[in-house]
């Protein structure tokens, strides 16, 4: 099996999209350093849809997975549901998940997507 790429798809009301892209933003510098990591993008939506995209490239499932169980993917979750102002952030606090509304998750809804890469073409440089 070749390297994958993980879609977290978070629907976020318009109205919550500053505070959703400040905490992915206080959140840099957690994933670059994971073995296996090759890239993130966090796309924001501009036409027809609430629906951000948070894109993860990975050398294989295997090294996505070990992520999803690191210290550092739960402390980047912990300081998210931290800066939402969440009593429970806890190790495992979700502050751009499931919610809404000030103080709590930017996101109202979330689901993953995960795709095999098949077939990667790059403009040259």
Known sequence: MGEVVKFNVLTVPEDERATLEERFANRSGLVEGQPGFREFQLLRPVEGTNRYLVYTRWRSEEDF??????????????????????????????????GGGHGGPAATASEQWGYEVIQHVKADE
Do not use: C, V
């Open 65 to 98: 997975q070990n992520w999803l169980q690191s210290t550092a993917f739960q402390k980047g979750h912990a300081k998210a549901a931290a800066d939402a102002g969440r009593e429970d952030a806890g190790e495992h606090g979700h502050g751009h998940g499931h």
